[in-house]
């Protein structure tokens, strides 16, 4: 595998057995979608995760990953991410719900996240989940060969503060292959000082803004995992993994 900058450069069939790790994932974020609603328990989203890896025949790429005990991230309402999924936490209408997922398809990763509603929610929730989302997309705009990597990271961080909402710094996006983090870090803000990398065709970064309705700023729960938002407002988490062509970003987390 060849490497610019200590980025590792994929080739066709690489990027092709990481687009079905993130097919794969995306199927699963799908079924996890459809179970959302009040009332539910967020481990049965745990327990949909390991049995769908166990049937796609792929590994759960988060359980066990330096001592995580899940194969889902369950983040909910002011949880950022790493959330842990449990039979006691309910879901409740007017909540929201974040989920990460990442599997192992002959060697390499998908990664992806999503947030939900839980039936109704506010406006103010409605319109953290949309900016976060089209923030993600904004970013997957910058993705091409010759930008710069902080061109994606400038262009997530305008998109949300133009509308009032905090960017998270403390975890940032990543290089993804046959590591599930890999070079370049992706924040999704524009660190000063420093010069970023040029983005080349074979890159494969996994972009993921986590974005706030007040401060930004994190603390990290007794379970030592859990990142909640230090004044306990309401967090979102999208998350696609791209593919840098000559013909533009490929998203590789799709269903279909």
Known sequence: MKKFRGVFLKNDNEIGLMREANRIVSRILDELGKNVQPGVPTMLFEDICRARCEEFGVRP??????GFPFALCCSVNEEIVHGFPSKERILKEG???????????????GDSARTFAVGKVSSE???LMDVTRESLYKGIEQAVPGNNLYDISAAVQSYVEGFGFGIVRRFVGHGIGSHLHEKPEIPNFVPKGMAGVPLKAGMVLAIEPMV??????????EDKWTAVTKDRKLSAHFEHTIAVTSGGPMILSLSE
């Open 61 to 66: 790429a988060f359980l066990g990953y330096q």
């Open 95 to 109: 909540d929201i719900v974040s989920f990460d997922m990442g599997v192992v398809y002959n060697g390499f990763y």
């Open 125 to 127: 929730a409605e319109k």
């Open 212 to 221: 706030t309705v007040g401060t930004y700023e994190v603390e990290v729960l």
